[in-house]
């Protein structure tokens, strides 16, 4: 593995299992499900980022008004945790990298909601 790439989890704050907290309610879906999966290999990441539920929502929401990208809830928590790092002075200059897992077709009653 290259030494010069780290690679980051993310769960819900609500339900932060990996960060040794106890599973709960939450909005991000197919994230925080309430246990650790076998095949998780938590040597590889250099740590797991908490996001909060609102903020991935409101995330996913801005993707779609400013960039018209139509993602999902999870997709909002992987780009709060990205630019999170971004935003961090000893990640000045690097390259920042995230996935978008989900599409808000599945979400969008949630998405698409006023409050």
Not at 14 to 26: A, Q, R, V, W
Not at 56 to 74: F, H, P, Y
Not at 86 to 91: D, I, L, R, V
């Amino acid at each position: 593995m290259n030494p010069n790439v780290k690679i980051y989890g993310v769960e819900p704050a609500e339900s932060n299992i990996l960060n040794g907290g106890k599973p709960g309610p939450h909005l991000i879906t197919g994230n925080g499900v309430g246990f650790k999966p076998k095949i998780l290999d938590m040597d590889v990441m250099e740590k797991v980022l908490e996001v909060r539920s609102d903020d991935a929502v409101n995330m996913a929401r801005e993707l779609a008004r400013k960039e018209g990208l139509l993602v999902g809830i999870s997709s909002g928590a992987n780009t709060v945790a990205a630019l999170s790092l971004a935003s961090k002075p000893e990640n000045k200059g690097k390259l920042i990298v995230t996935v978008h897992p989900s599409l808000g077709k599945d979400t969008c009653h949630q998405l698409c909601s006023r409050n």
